[in-house]
């Protein structure tokens, strides 16, 4: 699976949009972008994944560029409970997450 | 919403015993996972499940691991003779066949897995 590079820490405050930058320059063309966050101790939870396309759900936004070797999250309205660390992983379906370091989002208010 | 459940959610033993950590996962999902992270470190993969038999396993998942799906909403992780370095905390994941090749993975809250 393709490795991923993100920034190990980043600030944003209250209701502000966060962007949460990643990149995967070795991507392979059937690998999607998966991306998770861990709330302290907790479960990663899933957030939003995509393959080419932009995605949007009720939690986040995807933006993957157009050659795909990096892709942003965006959180559009910040709260303290969002802080978190966010991981980026690209992978194959069904088969294991490969989680790196991620980036610690803290929302300041 | 349904979602992973695990019990316990903190397990202490000692050294040389036996554990078994269960999950339950989302109840029409087709592929299970264990991960694990120990205290400060990164989520490591351990296996996956896929039709009653391992798909992928890691290193981490040698002979002293193993799992199982006793019934039809049981997943088990035993760990036959814990070691101080299998302290950590283990999460049990599922994902379900959506047909698009996706296959997110749905977390548990993870047990805590404590040996002295």
């Known amino acids: 699976d393709a490795k991923t590079t993100q920034p190990p820490s980043m600030d944003c405050a209250e209701g502000r949009a966060a962007n949460l930058p990643c990149n995967h320059s070795?991507?392979?063309?059937?690998?999607?972008v998966y991306w998770y966050r861990q709330i302290h101790s907790q479960g990663p939870q899933y957030i939003i994944h995509?393959?080419?396309n932009n995605e949007t759900n009720e939690m986040a936004s995807l933006i993957i560029t157009e050659d795909r070797k990096s892709s942003t999250l965006i959180l559009p309205h910040a709260t303290l409970r969002d802080t978190a660390v966010y991981y980026c992983?690209?992978?194959?379906?069904?088969?294991?997450?490969?989680f790196g370091s991620g980036t610690q989002l803290t929302v300041l208010p | 919403e349904p979602e992973v459940t695990q019990t316990p959610s903190h397990q202490v033993t000692q050294m040389g015993q036996e554990v078994i950590l269960r999950c339950v996962p989302i109840?029409?999902?087709?592929?299970f996972y264990w991960y694990r992270q120990i205290l400060g470190q990164k989520v490591e993969f351990l296996v996956s499940?896929?039709?009653?038999?391992?798909?992928?396993k890691s290193e981490i998942f040698d002979d002293q691991f193993s799992v199982e799906r006793p019934d039809g909403s049981n997943f088990t992780l035993k760990i036959r003779s814990t070691k101080l370095e299998d302290s950590a905390m283990y999460f049990c994941?599922?994902?379900?066949?959506?047909?698009?090749?996706?296959?997110?993975?749905?977390f548990g809250p993870g047990t805590r897995l404590t040996v002295t």
């Open positions: 499940f896929y039709n009653n038999e391992i798909s992928e």
């Open positions: 992983i690209v992978g194959h379906s069904a088969r294991q997450l490969t």
């Open positions: 995509g393959l080419k």
């Open positions: 109840s029409n999902h087709l592929y």
């Open positions: 994941a599922s994902s379900e066949s959506l047909g698009t090749g996706t296959y997110e993975q749905y």
């Open positions: 070795t991507i392979s063309g059937n690998e999607y």
